[in-house]
């Protein structure tokens, strides 16, 4: 069907239907909607990439875990809740899904890749099931980190000054995707140590790190490219 594709607006899938095949609907621009069956137990990569005017779809708790870009540029989605079964959520997952505002991550999820949400600066409430042992969430819901809170795997929409935990040691890629204008980020009695390859991109990106005492070396090396006009202030 992809002479079809600016036709296609909705697509309900019959119960019986098991799988839904990689790039099976790529760049449909105008599909809007998506009613997935009980039966699906497997949607392939890309499935639904680039599907930038799909605003809701079901995620059935027979699905298997959701594997490569599958939703990646669907800038009209706006909520999401995984299954109970998913185990992971995979790089480029939710990328550029500018108007994402609401994801639910169950229990069940034990690994989260760097760029799974890439881009979707509008994220606002990041919903983590309870006995979710491997990730937890600033007070506002806005950042993820993991368990211990040492390392910050995602912030979505924040503005102004900032202040993350006081146990980050790591910010993981693109963690800070395209943020603007300003944000300030201050790890107050900790040592931010690590800070990956494109975890902050865009913008100036200022971390004041206290006490200065207790800083001790800063790893840059590798990690920080001059690109991302990033400043420590100490």
Not at 166 to 192: D, H, Q, R, W
Not at 202 to 226: F, K, M
Request: charged fraction near 20%; aromatic fraction near 8%; hydrophobic fraction near 35%.
């Amino acid at each position: 069907w992809s002479n079809n594709k600016t036709s296609i607006t909705k697509v309900v899938f019959s119960e019986g239907v098991t799988k839904v095949g990689a790039s099976s609907f790529y760049d449909c621009k105008y599909l809007k909607e998506v009613t997935l069956p009980n039966t699906i137990t497997t949607i392939g990569t890309g499935a639904f990439q680039f599907c930038s005017s799909l605003e809701s779809i079901n995620i059935p708790s027979s699905l298997e875990p959701v594997t490569g870009a599958t939703f990646s540029g669907c800038s009209k989605l706006s909520s999401i809740r995984l299954p109970d079964n998913q185990a992971s959520i995979s790089s480029e997952c939710f990328r550029f899904c500018t108007e994402l505002k609401s994801i639910y991550i169950p229990a069940s999820v034990t690994s989260i890749a760097e760029r799974a949400f890439e881009g979707c600066n509008n994220l606002s409430e990041i919903i983590l099931a309870e006995g979710n042992k491997n990730y937890s969430t600033s007070d506002d819901g806005r950042l993820l980190y993991n368990k211990e809170k040492t390392k910050l795997v995602f912030a979505g929409s924040i503005t102004g000054d900032y202040t993350i935990d006081a146990n980050v040691t790591e910010i993981l890629g693109y963690a800070f995707y395209k943020l603007e204008p300003l944000v300030y980020l201050m790890s107050n009695e900790s040592s931010l140590a690590i800070i990956s390859p494109d975890g902050i991109t865009n913008g100036e990106i200022l971390i004041d790190i206290i006490p200065h005492d207790e800083l001790g070396s800063l790893i840059t090396t590798n990690y920080i490219c001059i690109k991302h006009d990033l400043t420590i202030r100490q």
